[in-house]
């Protein structure tokens, strides 16, 4: 199997890798390029199936987009990039990590965890192959997206939450349904995060309904910087954008 990653690549100086989540696209980080890439060359992959790389397949493993990705850091002869991934992009950030070990100059975690998913998380994504497979992708997104953001902030953020949900409704079927069987029976990464020899981040929203706070919370004796958003739900990156700005700026100087 095999896919053309899609990227941008934008500065000069260390690499720094943001890897999108589930629906999402490499424009998800845009704040984020326009922050760092004065200072890092910062690279912002899509992943098969989403944005602009093609997957025709209905199956995917971690393993298999973290050799993708492996193949693509390879091409480009990166050197000790620092990886960052939200969500599903944390997944296979650790699948990543798991492969390639000290090639990686350091992990983070935005709004994602090392554990595998539980038979409650395990029952979601079933039911979300069931409703794409009846309504397709389209209607599931414009419903998955809104309650990714917090309630309180549903109405102040609508212009963001409906570029987002234009993001995510470029997303395949293929792309939709691989993922998510992928990220239904990923294995558990916690050791891979135990062990991991680079600097280790993690961003928490302590009213993640995708992330349990209280998982977020037994990551934390294994990374360099733990950090929660008392406010934010699971897209942190846009509903307290300067504070992730900022955590993100200090972990890459650490």
């Known amino acids: 199997m095999t896919a053309t990653i899609e990227y941008t690549d934008q500065g000069h100086g ?12 490499k424009e998800m980080w845009g704040k984020f390029i326009e922050a760092f890439s004065g200072e890092y060359r910062v690279l912002c992959p899509d ?3 989403f944005g602009d790389s093609r997957w025709y397949e209905e199956t995917i493993s971690m393993e298999q987009a973290a050799q993708m990705l492996q193949d693509w850091i390879h091409d480009l002869a990166l050197e000790k990039p620092v990886v960052i991934g939200h969500s599903l992009g944390g997944y296979v950030a650790l699948a990543m990590a798991e492969l390639m070990g000290d090639e ?20 979601v994504r079933n039911r979300t192959l069931t409703f794409v497979k009846k309504h ?8 998955f997206v809104p309650p990714l953001f917090t309630a309180a902030h549903r ?55 995708a992330v349990k706070i ?15 958003l008392p406010d934010a739900g699971h897209m ?14 200090e972990f890459l100087e650490i």
């Not at 260390?14 to 629906?23: L, Q, R, S, Y």
């Not at 975690?109 to 029952?123: P, W, Y």
């Not at 209280?214 to 929660?228: G, I, N, P």
Request: hydrophobic share 40%; with cysteine; glycine share 10%.
């Open 236 to 249: 942190g990156m846009f509903e307290q954008e300067a504070t992730t700005l900022a955590m993100v700026r």
């Open 214 to 228: 209280d998982d977020s919370r037994k990551h934390q004796v294994y990374v360099d910087a733990y950090h929660e």
């Open 14 to 25: 260390k690499p720094v890798i943001f890897i999108h989540g589930f629906c999402e696209t």
């Open 155 to 209: 109405e102040s953020m609508k212009g963001t939450i409906q570029e987002v949900v234009q993001i995510a409704r470029r997303t395949t079927n293929e792309g939709l349904v691989s993922f998510t069987k992928a990220m239904r029976d990923r294995k558990d990464r916690m050791d891979v995060l135990r062990d991991f020899s680079g600097k280790k981040l993690m961003i928490a929203g302590v009213l993640d309904g």
């Open 136 to 143: 397709g992708v389209k209607v599931f997104v414009d419903s």
């Open 47 to 49: 992943l098969p199936g």
């Open 104 to 123: 990686l100059g350091g992990l983070g975690l935005f709004h994602s965890t090392a554990f595998a998913d539980d038979e409650e998380k395990i029952g």
